[in-house]
């Protein structure tokens, strides 16, 4: 609803706009935080999967390949999401990721008192774009390279942690 001390300063169609834009990137948000969570699942599963198999010779090409998955996972959590920090301030140390691109960007969302402008809607697409193509890595590890480590560990005996999620 538009404040009503707006009145003619603001279109309809800029705060339908407006809402579009705050929804698109709320989607994105969502899509980027669920995301995060499978992979980190993920790569939980990896490293429980190698502890448990690691005083078996057999299980040394699931191993190998546990490690060669985590290898295509963690720069993807890497572009999402910065790893590296730890405290508030490593903010100022280490590079924004698009978690936090996001989060920035939202913030110029709220509370406008017009529409979106031909710079928020760049950004939007440039951060849109980055996000698609990450989540593109992380469907074809979840939909090719896990099912395959799955069946490499069937067939060296070593059990599956059966928990799997799909993006």
Request: glycine share 4%.
């Amino acid at each position: 609803m538009q404040d009503p001390r707006l009145k003619g300063q603001i279109t309809d169609r800029e705060v339908n706009e407006l809402s579009d834009l705050s929804m698109r990137t709320w989607t994105d948000i969502d899509a980027l935080h669920k995301a995060v969570n499978q992979i980190r699942g993920a790569r939980a599963r990896l490293e429980t999967i190698k502890k448990w198999s690691k005083d078996s010779s057999a299980a040394k090409p699931v191993i190998d390949a546990a490690n060669e998955l985590d290898a295509k996972l963690a720069p993807v959590e890497a572009r999402l999401l910065q790893v590296k920090m730890a405290a508030s301030e490593d903010n100022l140390r280490y590079p924004n990721m698009l978690n936090e691109q996001y989060d920035t960007f939202s913030a110029t969302l709220d509370g406008e008192d017009f529409g979106p402008t031909e710079s928020q809607r760049r950004v939007y697409e440039y951060l849109h774009g980055e996000l698609t193509a990450e989540l593109a890595k992380w469907r074809t590890i979840s939909d090719r390279d896990l099912p395959a480590f799955d069946s490499l560990m069937h067939g060296h005996g070593v059990p599956s942690l059966g928990e799997r999620h799909q993006p």
